[in-house]
């Protein structure tokens, strides 16, 4: 990983050379790297804008398939009634799950962010050594 670590500091420019590199010396290299640099967002593209379009086109497949098993019975209106309100209620957990994990994510990010500033403020108490050099350190002592 220090090696991504040292191509991310270097940017963009290192990044494409290497890519090209692996391309002229073994093709499946560069392509496994071309599709590393997509996935993971080096490239400038946003793939974290494609994982929440695929969460809400999930979400919207979910709501039409619903939407089409609703109108399809059963027969057994008692069935039905049953597996609306189950349906119904394994959606709201899923709900509650999610905003959980978010409310869990926040709380953590705070701890952290507390943590950080904790520390921050007791680093900021304790003096620390001067670049500056003493005021007396360049001069030569009088005599007489």
């Known amino acids: 990983m220090e090696l ?14 290497l890519m090209v590199v692996s391309f002229i010396v073994f093709w499946p290299i560069g392509l496994a790297l071309l599709f590393y640099l997509i996935w993971s967002g080096r490239m400038g593209c946003k ?3 494609w994982k929440n379009k695929a ?15 609703t109108f399809r019975s059963t027969g057994n209106a008692a069935f039905d009634e049953y597996r609306e309100e189950t349906l119904r209620r394994l959606e709201d957990e899923a709900e509650e799950f999610r905003s959980f994990l978010e409310r869990l994510r926040a709380a ?3 701890v952290e962010f507390d943590q950080f500033m904790e520390e921050r ?15 007396n350190a360049g001069t030569v002592p009088q005599t007489g």
Do not use: F
């Open 4 to 17: 991504v670590q040292t191509l991310d500091d270097y940017g963009k420019p290192a990044w494409i050379t």
């Open 121 to 135: 403020k007791s680093n900021g108490d304790k003096p620390e050594k001067s670049d500056k050099p003493d005021d």
């Open 55 to 69: 969460e809400h086109r999930k979400k919207a497949e979910k709501m039409w398939n619903r939407a089409r098993t």
């Open 47 to 49: 793939s974290r804008d």
């Open 108 to 110: 953590r990010d705070k």
